[in-house]
């Protein structure tokens, strides 16, 4: 089910419900977000060990996880930033039932407009592929001469994927400001399941190249369904090439364009830098970034993209104390849900990585590096995912200066610590430093929060105290009692770490929830409400 299928507030309506409505609603618009997630996070993993299993942590692998960057790289610039900096709060003004036919003009002269340039991005990126190549994997050269001309060849064939990931955002951004969050998380999973079909069955004749044909299937797929929603929802595609409202996006996006030119570059470092450290170091954080992804995708990203459009619609109609109570909700969901994830793959991640990605080619010694990466991503991770929600507060007033000038000094950070930390520590040290941007990233924007926002209407210091004694709680049990039972266990290998999984962790997050209910945090019982809701026979 839409959520566009049901009436949705107006700008100039009262104040549909008071705060505890307001976050069971906020609730089940994450909700619908985070069921699509999942399966599109699920195949994710499973793209992921399919990749391990066949090629192994290589260097076709870090030369494939370089071409695919491209594209990526591309579509965060393009339309990855706009998409919840200026086109979703701008789209859902325009998303009121009495301006639909504004809201076709708009989306007809924004797929004109983009489609004509990715067609000419793509031909550059054919033309350029061996300098593009050169600037992300130079390093390869030390290790495999064979692998940089094997990145040109990627990088070219992959190109494409650019036009249909870029077109797919836009659309994504017409849904989520309809409110109809369903389908763009399914679209995510569509594009994981070309890689998942491609690999094993093209890697015997392709190789490599199987992963591209995968990524390309995936990409043109999303886009199919993508478009196939928006028209569903009524809103038809024309050829214009003019809107009133495209001055306003170009407006709030030049400060993010400039700030994501500096996130670029640190991406581009990164993976240089990386490839530098050996060949299989790109391929060793490529699984280590797909486990720490996994709680911030659904929870964190879900959470915020379903705040973001009643943030805004809050903001533009002046409703100061619904825009920090929606605020609060969010931010306080985003704590109960993350901090458990974190912790709990924290504690577990050696029998994670083993369990998910130690066959094949993927030997013992692969998932010790893993797991070290992770572990330190994953503080990373707890500052990533408070950072999110507060960047989309700021989107929503409009306001993507500040963000786009914290985003450079995040990178000035990244920069520091990966250059002092890259001798002694290897490829760890980019991951540390990875860590270090996202914590100052977080901690800035929250002290601009409270400075231009004020304080939210919230008890945030209750919240945080009470999930911190029920993370303390979840370690103990997790970390420390729960080993001392599943080690006697009369099993071995992957039966072993499946029960070390489920028993360690299933019993650390029923303390968690137990002792969050007994410090009275309400979002349990909205949690618990708002599953029932969707569990209940129609």
Do not use: C
Request: a positive charge; proline letters at 5%; glycine letters at 8%.
């Amino acid at each position: 089910m839409s959520v566009a299928s049901r009436p949705q507030p107006q700008l100039n309506d009262p104040d549909p419900a008071p705060s505890d409505t307001t976050g069971t609603s906020l609730f089940r618009s994450a909700t619908l977000l985070s069921i699509g997630n999942v399966a599109s996070r699920v195949l994710g993993l499973v793209r992921e060990v399919v990749i391990a299993n066949i090629f192994g942590p290589s260097g076709l692998v870090s030369a494939f996880t370089v071409a695919s960057l491209v594209p990526t790289m591309l579509y965060d610039f393009l339309i990855g930033g706009m998409l919840s900096a200026a086109l979703v709060p701008v789209l859902s003004d325009y998303a009121r039932p009495e301006r639909r036919i504004e809201l076709t003009r708009l989306v007809g002269a924004l797929t004109s407009l983009l489609g004509l340039t990715l067609t000419a991005v793509v031909v550059v990126l054919q033309i350029t592929a061996p300098q593009v190549a050169w600037l992300l994997a130079g390093g390869f050269d030390e290790f495999n001469p064979e692998l940089l001309p094997l990145t040109v060849q990627l990088i070219r064939w992959i190109s494409p994927a650019v036009w249909f990931f870029s077109m797919a955002g836009l659309l994504t951004a017409v849904l989520y400001a309809l409110q109809r969050f369903t389908f763009p998380a399914l679209a995510t999973a569509i594009y994981n399941l070309g890689i998942v079909i491609a690999a094993p069955a093209l890697a015997a004749h392709f190789g490599v190249m199987s992963l591209v044909i995968g990524v390309l299937l995936g990409s043109a797929a999303q886009f199919a369904i993508m478009a196939w929603d928006v028209q569903r929802a009524g809103v038809r595609f024309t050829l214009q090439w003019s809107h009133p409202a495209l001055r306003q996006i170009v407006r709030l996006y030049i400060p993010i364009a400039a700030g994501l030119v500096v996130a670029q570059f640190q991406v581009g470092l990164d993976r240089r830098l990386a490839s530098s450290t050996g060949e299989e170091s790109i391929a060793w954080m490529r699984s280590a970034t797909t486990l720490q992804q996994l709680p911030l995708g659904l929870i964190s990203v879900a959470i915020s993209l379903a705040a973001l459009p009643r943030l805004s619609r809050f903001f533009a109609a002046r409703r100061e104390d619904d825009y920090r109570r929606t605020l609060a909700n969010g931010l306080r969901m985003v704590l109960v849900l993350i901090v458990p994830a974190v912790v709990g793959l924290w504690l577990l991640a050696e029998p994670v990585v083993r369990l998910l990605f130690e066959h094949g080619r993927f030997t013992p010694v692969d998932t010790v590096q893993v797991v070290a990466a992770l572990r330190i991503y994953l503080v990373g991770a707890l500052f990533a995912a408070i950072d999110f929600p507060l960047n989309y507060a700021f989107y929503a007033r409009n306001n993507t200066l500040l963000p786009a000038l914290v985003g450079v000094f995040s990178v000035v950070v990244y920069a520091a610590v990966a250059f002092a930390l890259l001798q002694p520590l290897g490829y760890l040290g980019l991951v540390w430093a990875d860590t270090a941007k996202q914590a100052g990233h977080a901690l800035v924007m929250i002290g601009l929060l409270l400075l231009l926002v004020g304080r939210l209407r919230g008890e945030m210091g209750r919240a945080i105290g009470s999930v911190l004694v029920a993370a303390v709680a979840m370690m103990v049990v997790s970390g420390w009692l729960s080993p001392l039972w599943i080690n006697r266990l009369p099993v071995q290998g992957t039966l072993a770490d499946l029960v070390w999984l489920v028993g360690a962790g299933g019993s650390g997050a029923l303390v968690y929830v137990l002792v969050l209910g007994m410090l009275g945090m309400p979002e349990v019982q909205r949690i618990r409400v708002g599953l029932l809701r969707r569990l209940r026979p129609v």
